[in-house]
């Protein structure tokens, strides 16, 4: 009976905690760990005015790690790391060596600059999978893209966890001439590389550019896939925001995320927290609600973690009503992706 007791309890805290209107449950946090950044991704950096963060207005560790068990102890099951660029914080390996001991699972994104610094580290913890960016498999797109003449050390860290026994999902964003010429590269990546290649569509976020003639759709570029290769459609995850596909024969798969062109928003489990102690509880969401001032206020957590939730829109942060295709990015109220984390 006690058995019975205890295990109705971990089935509530599980499943049931961070639940909105909408009947979505919030098992996945996002931590942004940082602003800064070595790259200077167009279509992520504003092209203006662009300040880092204060120090004393970033989480510090002791303050990521208590954030990170408040979500836990409600119900989160998996947290990644993003940014800005994760690995260029100085006390990293810190806090991926304390998340790692909170028994969920840990994700990290990152523009793969740094990772054969921290490859032992990964080891160390068991990383399991990362997201790596690889916009370009030319080197002077990529110079151009990111603003950094790194194409061969990011694509050799890439190999290196690949060796590593880590899974490599690759984050591609479908900007226009990348996919023009060289959608099918980076689909022959996959013949002998156990890779999943992941086709971004082109998202808005202040000062990045956007416009909705630039998004090149999943649909627009499943059709340039089918004219050359033989494909299956592989069955997606619950609450994936990928729709993954295998060509015949290969070893890797590739997927499209289609958050422009069919947002995924009724099986969203996604909570962000930004590096100055924010949620975010939808990616394209103005609202914010101050977690750092709560955690240095003595307040609690729970209750503006709850709050976030219940907070949150049914679609789109509740910024895109009648399509993207409606929107101007000047009157989308919300950060910068690298000021979000991705
Ligand atoms: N620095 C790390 C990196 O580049 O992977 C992590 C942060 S970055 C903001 C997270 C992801 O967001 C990257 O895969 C990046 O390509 C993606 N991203 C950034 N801006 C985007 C945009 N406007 N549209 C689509 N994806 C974007
Ligand atoms: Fe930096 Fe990642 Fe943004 Fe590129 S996408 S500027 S690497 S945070």
């Known amino acids: 009976m006690r058995l019975k ?16 209107h909408f009947g979505r449950i919030h098992s996945y946090l996002r931590i942004s760990i940082t602003e800064s950044c070595n790259f200077r991704c167009s279509y992520c950096m504003p092209t203006n005015d662009y300040h880092c963060l204060p120090s004393a207005q970033q989480m510090g560790v002791d303050e990521i790690e208590s954030i990170a068990k408040a979500f836990v102890g409600m119900g989160v099951s998996k947290i990644r790391l993003t940014g800005g660029e994760p690995l260029v914080r100085r006390d990293f390996a810190d806090i991926l060596r304390r998340l790692s001991a909170l028994g969920v699972e840990i994700s990290i994104t990152t523009n793969g600059f740094l990772v054969d610094k921290f490859l032992p580290l990964f080891r160390e913890v068991g990383l399991r999978s990362l997201n790596l960016s ?12 990111t603003g950094r003449n790194a194409f061969d050390r990011v694509w050799g860290n890439a190999l290196k966890l690949l060796d590593a026994g880590i899974r490599v999902k690759m984050n591609t964003v479908a900007l226009h001439d990348t996919v023009m010429d060289e959608l099918p590269r980076f689909l022959d990546l996959t013949k002998g590389l156990p890779l999943h290649v992941r086709f971004i569509e082109f998202m808005p976020f202040a000062g990045n550019g956007w416009e909705h003639h630039k998004v090149i759709t999943a649909a627009q570029m499943l059709a340039m896939v089918q004219e ?7 069955k997606d995850e619950p609450h994936a925001t990928a729709k993954k596909y295998k060509i015949v024969g290969h070893e890797g798969t590739f997927a499209f995320i289609t958050t422009m062109s069919e947002h995924f928003c009724g099986s969203c489990n996604r909570l962000r927290v930004t590096a100055d102690g924010k949620i975010k509880n939808c990616l394209f969401g103005k609202d914010e609600f101050d977690l750092l001032g709560a955690l240095r206020g003595g307040e609690d957590l729970a209750q503006v973690i709850h709050q976030a939730v219940k907070a949150k829109h049914p679609v789109m942060g509740g910024q895109f009503a009648g399509g993207y295709t409606q929107r101007q990015a000047e009157s989308i109220e919300n950060r910068s992706m690298v000021k979000i984390g991705g």
């Open 134 to 145: 690889l916009d370009s498999l030319d080197k002077a797109r990529f110079d151009r893209i």
């Open 228 to 234: 050359r290769y033989d494909i299956v459609k592989l």
């Open 5 to 20: 007791t205890k295990l109705l309890h971990r089935v509530n805290t599980t499943t049931t905690i961070l639940t909105d």
